[in-house]
């Protein structure tokens, strides 16, 4: 390599591998420090399980961009705990630092006192898909979840989706189990309604309620689609696409969904969280309107919130409400450094796999095709729409570290040193895809393959 540019950036999932990549061909050397075990982030937690090819495909372009002789990977860091952010900036002598550590914590219920019934009554999304994606693993030692008939999901965009759709597959799949009938999740994934017609049962047979889906706006204004909206032709487009989807999806999985809708209150019983009070809403010119005096309970043995994630705080770094303060036309460069930048959802705060793409450079046109179900013509249009990308902000940060003295042989050998420490503390060895083999998790579909030899 000629020349001494080394980047520390944290987060290997779909920006910051876009990141690593960006820059690795550009010739510098770039560190990748990973909070978990792999670098999969969403794709491998917060993506539901039955989507295993896309999965499988997604990871597999991430393993190629931080496979780069100018990467070096470096996990189970978390930026914090581990990592302290002022020492690393002030004393380690990377050129620049990129945040792509996405957004992970769950978005409070906007209800006084409504965290006190965490795990009683109430559990929020993302340790809920987490855990719904590996608790079939051998040895599984997460967090763990009972989960229940009837139960309410409040949110409005397709993570919420997935949480009803993770409900209904699961009291399904139990009550068939019950009746003799063995049907495993990727079958349910294509419509649960066509498993029951075709086994001329019901919900109502099953002795299944199912759950509802509260949402404080209309389907039309679910955030279900990243088409156009600037012109009124476009919004009616993107709104019939928009009801479209969630049209889909309450007939292949059967839900309830109850728009206008917004919580504002708590049902409390015996110190567990029985049911939530909601307000009737109005849609104005794009506003939630709450309309005075219709609230009403709601009784539901479960909650289950779903309303957004953001970043987790980092000491030191400078914040802006709920995501980094940065200077949006600089690069997105953190407000007072000149070398420390973020990408993706640490500067979105929105922590879903579109707004990656929308921030980062596309994960794949896939994702909208089987995430969605949308047909080729409305996903191409959103795709068009999407070209503000990761490689265009890296260019950018990179045409600015160009511009840098290269660091000293020693402050190089030194930053070397300290991977290599965190590197052997682990176990990494250095060879990015044995690591990955070694610590990639038992697939659902591996286990159900075997069971069936």
């Not at 900036?89 to 006190?116: E, H, K, M, Y």
């Not at 969630?246 to 110190?271: S, W």
């Not at 965190?422 to 990955?436: A, C, E, H, I, T």
Request: charged share 25%; net charge negative.
């Amino acid at each position: 390599m000629v020349g001494h540019h080394f980047v520390a950036l944290f987060g290997g999932a779909v920006a910051g591998s876009e990141a690593a990549f960006q820059l690795a061909q550009r010739g510098f050397r770039v560190a990748v420090f990973e909070q978990n075990i792999l670098p999969y982030g969403k794709i491998e937690d917060g993506l539901p399980k039955w989507h295993e090819k896309l999965r499988d495909k997604e990871e597999a372009k991430i393993n190629e961009k931080l496979s780069h002789p100018n990467v070096q990977y470096v996990p189970q860091v978390k930026l914090g705990p581990d990592i302290d952010f002022d020492d690393l900036v002030q004393n380690w002598g990377f050129t620049a630092v990129l945040l792509a550590t996405g957004a992970w914590r769950d978005r409070s219920l906007p209800i006084d006192g409504i965290d006190d019934y965490v795990n009683k009554g109430l559990y929020y999304q993302n340790p809920l898909v987490y855990w719904y994606n590996h608790k079939h693993e051998p040895g599984y030692d997460g967090p763990t979840f009972d989960l229940t008939d009837n139960a309410m999901v409040i949110g409005g965009g397709l993570a919420s989706l997935d949480v009803v759709k993770i409900l209904m597959m699961e009291s399904v799949e139990k009550a068939l189990a019950e009746r003799g009938h063995k049907v495993n999740m990727f079958t349910l994934d294509r419509s649960i309604a066509k498993v029951l017609e075709n086994l001329d049962l019901t919900l109502e047979d099953l002795n299944i309620k199912g759950c509802r889906l509260f949402y404080r706006r209309r389907a039309m204004d679910m955030p279900l689609s990243p088409l156009p909206t600037d012109t009124p032709e476009q919004l009616e487009k993107a709104q019939t696409v928009r009801k479209k989807i969630l049209d889909n999806f309450v007939k292949k999985y059967l839900f309830e969904f109850i728009p206008c809708h917004a919580p504002v209150g708590k049902v409390v019983e015996n110190d567990k969280l029985t049911g939530i009070v909601f307000q009737e809403t109005r849609i104005e010119e794009g506003r939630v309107i709450p309309i005075p005096g219709s609230e009403k309970s709601y009784q539901a043995p479960l909650v289950i919130s779903s309303i957004g994630s953001l970043p987790e705080k980092i000491e030191s770094v400078p914040w802006q409400g709920q995501v980094f303060k940065v200077d949006q036309d600089n690069c997105c460069k953190l407000e007072g450094h000149d070398n420390v930048f973020a990408l993706g959802n640490a500067v979105t705060g929105r922590g879903n796999i579109i707004e990656s793409m929308k921030h980062g450079k596309a994960v794949t046109i896939d994702i909208m095709d089987k995430h969605l179900n949308w047909e080729e013509k409305d996903y191409e249009n959103w795709f068009r729409g999407a070209e503000e990308s990761t490689e265009a902000q890296v260019e950018a940060i990179a045409d600015q570290i160009e511009r840098q003295d290269y660091m000293p042989a020693e402050t190089l050998q030194s930053i070397l040193d300290r991977i290599d420490a965190l590197q052997k503390k682990v176990g990494y060895d250095g060879n990015f895809m044995s690591w990955v083999e070694k610590n990639l998790p038992i697939r659902l579909e591996q286990l159900l393959e075997a069971e069936s030899e």
